[in-house]
């Protein structure tokens, strides 16, 4: 069981956990040579049921602009229209239907923006949709714990819950902590 341990973490295991968007190190990013910068919307820019981001989102998206990357927002499930309004409102490009986990949507952006992989920094709140597909490209991957405290009673039913606890205490290797 130890390999099949040893390759879940290589495919899971984010460069970074941080306890939201706010907390990326955006002069480490230029460091590392990132190119483009994707950004997941629901619950790693703003709640799932928030049409429009936080004061501290804005504010860090005005500091966002003045790095030498590119910056553009992604997304698989959003409506065409509340992507286009939050796209606005960021001052960035959105791509809709991007389909994560799957890495055509993926590549089609960063051809886009003429990026290689290792360029390129994925930032999001699930394991499956947004690091994994990261990791798959070779690109930074970066997970936050997320808006709407994705392992809250309301969002996961209990063993749900305490198995993707488990799964990501597994992965970063640190404790983490739900609502009960």
């Known amino acids: 069981m130890p390999a099949l341990q040893d390759t879940l973490r290589d495919w899971l295991a984010p460069a970074e956990y941080l306890d939201d968007i706010c907390a990326l190190n955006l002069s480490g990013l230029t460091s590392r040579g990132i190119k483009l910068l994707l950004l997941d ?8 049921t928030a049409d429009e981001p936080s004061l501290r989102v804005l504010h860090w998206f005005e500091r966002v602009r003045t790095q030498t990357f590119q910056t553009v927002l992604i997304s698989s499930a959003l409506g065409r229209a509340r992507l286009a ?5 960021l001052g960035v490009p959105a791509y809709h239907g991007v389909l994560k986990p799957f890495l055509p949507g993926l590549r089609y952006v960063l ?8 360029e ?30 994705p392992l809250s009673p309301r969002r996961e039913i209990g063993f749900l819950r305490r198995a993707r606890a488990a ?8 404790k983490v902590v739900f609502d009960a």
Do not use: W
């Open 111 to 118: 051809a886009e923006y003429a990026a290689r992989p290792e």
């Open 41 to 48: 919307v629901d619950n790693t820019i703003l709640p799932t």
């Open 120 to 149: 390129c920094a994925i930032v999001g709140d699930e394991l499956l949709t947004d690091i994994l597909p990261a990791r798959r490209l070779g690109a930074y991957a970066v997970l936050v714990k997320g808006c709407d405290q």
């Open 167 to 174: 799964i990501l205490e597994n992965v970063i290797n640190k």
């Open 85 to 89: 309004k939050i796209s606005a409102l």
